[in-house]
């Protein structure tokens, strides 16, 4: 949807200015005093362009303008020119707009034809996921959800950490300790147990440690018996791990692994010797880059096993083989930032120029009462248990505030509501976070609903839901839009139009913690709005028009919540 108000202020000012539109589109703004106007253009950089002062240039830029058509009036504020359009008109366009592309408001084909590749949450196996996979699959989902909303071809990867030197070991843990018990029951947990258990024997015990290497070497192979226990394991991880996605409501459009490199990883490394960047180095093969002050990438072990690095390498490779993605995005924890800079740095020098394309998003830690939440060793709290509690805590929330259910029918709403509260819940608290910061993660903080959580926006989408049933009739754009002159209903309108381009915002600082900040903003005008007015009053015209501005909020919201892998419940 292109904003006809701004596109026509744009032209008027790029041709008086000798700059491109999209580029006066780009510095346009809103004042924060709706009295001051409805779009600002600010002319520093023009005068700096100029080497003239910026209040001379906003008062030459007014002289030479054009004004009327969408436009309106403009006014000059020292270096700002302020435009003041046609609100009746505004409004109803934006009304209009909204109604008419429902679940699709705020989403453009602007990069249609172009495909990006998430590799995001990609657990490793036989542990369970913990509560710090919340962030690394939620941010990564919503990168997804932003990327498709503008269009793009999203191809979501869960590349699941399946291949090393610890199958091995665990491997060789089964062999002296495990059986068929393992895989009933909570596997994973027993699973986990095993490599404890398998990791401390190794410390103790060099030949039990050798044992775990051969058996690594063994799967390398492609030995049919390593393989086949390592298929048990890795099938009861990803049985495990799709319990929580579910309850996430995430899918993904690849399972993928680092197991699936290894047909590939032969050439890899010839290639990597073949542009002459491996280099021997006690025994194992690396690639220097110590001219760029980073450690080498390790490409064999002294064993000859491949790495972490190798499988990573390959999986680039054959990824842009399939996909001839335009940019691929790897979300993980900041522990891996320099890990990734060495991967791309790589991949650069083995000559691929895709390697521009490839982008980290570095994500912060989630903690417990400052504890980090990632341990190798047990301790970890399970994702799965947070969810479960999260629904359970959050159905006592539901049942103080709305009395016990008197039939069936109403339990089993106040189940289902609570439930998307509470998952909703768990989410917006990690992404309202920007990406890079850690999070701190407190029961009382995630499920409140007032303030800035997930409640209170969900509560907000409820809200609207239950006068627009009370109003009972049809919702229709066609009403009189002159009628919403207030100015917390400018506000609002004003809001709901920014949806778009805070969508592109968020895409291109990958930030989908601007995609929060955005509702709980639109949320806070909503209350200041109920706080001034009533949306079903006396004067029909009136209602219908409010009615009308209710159904474009509501709209709104819901769309950011898709895009976040919130619902939008109708009752609370
Ligand atoms: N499995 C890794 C971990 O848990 C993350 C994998 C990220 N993706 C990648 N292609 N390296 O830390």
Avoid at 250 to 261: D, H, N, Q, R, T
Wanted: with cysteine.
């Amino acid at each position: 949807m292109a904003n006809p108000f701004v596109e026509d202020i744009a032209a008027r000012v790029g041709a008086a200015a000798g700059l491109a539109p999209a580029e006066v589109a780009q510095t346009l703004t809103t004042p924060p005093n709706p009295k001051m106007g409805d779009y600002c253009f600010p002319c520093f950089n023009a005068a700096k362009a100029q080497r003239c002062k910026p209040n001379e240039v906003a008062q030459e830029l007014a002289a030479r303008l054009a004004e009327g058509g969408y436009a309106g009036t403009v006014q000059v504020v020292g270096p700002y020119l302020n435009f003041l359009i046609n609100r009746k008109d505004f409004s109803a366009w934006v009304l209009r707009e909204v109604h008419q592309r429902k679940e699709r408001y705020g989403h453009t084909n602007a990069f249609k034809g172009r495909k990006l590749v998430v590799d995001y949450s990609s657990p490793n196996i036989c542990k369970h996921l913990s509560i710090y996979h919340v962030r690394n699959t939620m941010v990564g989902y919503a990168l997804c959800q932003l990327h498709r909303a503008q269009g793009w071809t999203v191809v979501g990867i869960n590349h699941l950490g399946d291949w090393g030197t610890q199958f091995g070991l665990l491997i060789a843990g089964f062999k002296r300790w495990g059986d068929e018990n393992i895989f009933l029951g909570d596997a994973v947990e027993k699973l986990q147990d095993l490599y404890v258990k398998a990791n401390e024997e190794a410390k103790k015990d060099e030949a039990f440690a050798a044992e775990g290497r051969a058996w690594f070497l063994k799967l390398e192979q492609g030995d049919p018996e390593a393989l086949a226990l390592w298929k048990r394991f890795r099938d009861a991880s990803l049985a495990a791990f799709y319990e929580v996605y579910d309850t996430l409501g995430v899918k993904f459009e690849v399972i993928g692994g680092e197991s699936l490199a290894r047909e590939q990883m032969p050439r890899t490394i010839e290639r990597a010797k073949a542009m002459g960047l491996a280099t021997m180095s006690e025994g194992a093969l690396i690639v220097d880059l110590s001219d760029m002050k980073m450690p080498p990438l390790m490409l064999l072990k002294s064993d000859g096993g491949t790495r972490y690095e190798t499988r990573d390498l390959a999986t680039a490779e054959l990824r842009y083989e399939q996909h001839k993605f335009d940019k691929m995005i790897y979300v993980t924890g900041q522990d891996q930032k320099l890990y990734f800079r060495q991967l791309f740095e790589t991949l650069r020098r083995m000559g691929y120029a895709w390697a521009e394309r490839l982008r980290h998003v570095a994500h912060g830690m989630t903690r417990i009462a400052g504890e980090r939440m990632r341990t190798r060793t047990g301790g970890a709290v399970k994702l799965r248990d947070v969810l479960a509690e999260a629904v359970e805590r959050e159905l006592e929330i539901v049942v103080a505030r709305e009395a016990e259910a008197k039939t069936p029918a109403e339990a089993k709403a106040q189940a289902e509501h609570s439930r998307m509260v509470a998952i909703g819940s768990i989410i917006f608290h990690d992404l309202k976070r920007e990406v890079t910061k850690d999070i701190d993660f407190d029961w009382d903080e995630a499920l409140r609903w007032e303030g800035d959580t997930g409640a209170y926006v969900q509560y907000a989408h409820a809200r609207i839901c239950s006068i627009l049933r009370k109003y009972g009739k049809p919702v229709s754009a066609d009403v009189d839009a002159g009628l919403l002159s207030a100015e917390e209903e400018y506000l609002l309108i004003r809001k709901v139009s920014e949806f778009e381009a805070e969508i592109g915002r968020a895409v291109d600082r990958l930030e989908p913690s601007m995609i929060c900040r955005y509702l709980l903003d639109l949320c806070a005008l909503l209350s200041d709005f109920y706080g001034k007015h009533k949306v079903l009053c006396e004067d029909e015209r009136l209602s219908a028009a409010r009615v009308a501005l209710m159904e474009a909020v509501r709209q709104t919201i819901a769309n950011g919540l898709a895009l976040l892998g919130v619902g939008a419940p109708e009752e609370m």
